[in-house]
């Protein structure tokens, strides 16, 4: 779906969008969690990436969510 959809008004390309909206969801899936970028480093490396893959999961999860529900709105929008 994202590939079919035009450039945003600043001319971002969708992939540009789709990957700054998952950075944030990581984001906010750490700050939430009470962990920052920094203090992931300071982490012991498996534990670590166990909250990482925790958040990418997080994240592309709400992606998903975010594309279907455009997707239905388009749907929506044809009938």
Same mark, same amino acid.
């Given at each position: 779906? =994202?590939?079919t959809m035009p450039d945003d008004? *600043?001319?971002n390309s969708q992939e540009e969008i789709h990957a700054e =909206? %998952? !950075?944030s969801l990581i984001n906010e899936y750490l !700050?939430? !969690?009470?962990y &920052? !970028? %920094?203090s992931l480093k300071k =982490?012991? %490396?498996d534990e670590a990436s166990r909250i990482i893959v925790e958040a990418s999961t997080y994240a592309s999860g709400k992606l998903a969510e975010i594309e279907n529900r455009a997707r *239905? &709105?388009?749907n929506l929008q044809a009938d």
């Open positions: 779906m =994202l590939n008004i *600043y001319g =909206l %998952e !950075k !700050k939430r !969690k009470g &920052t !970028k %920094e =982490l012991p %490396e *239905y &709105t388009q």
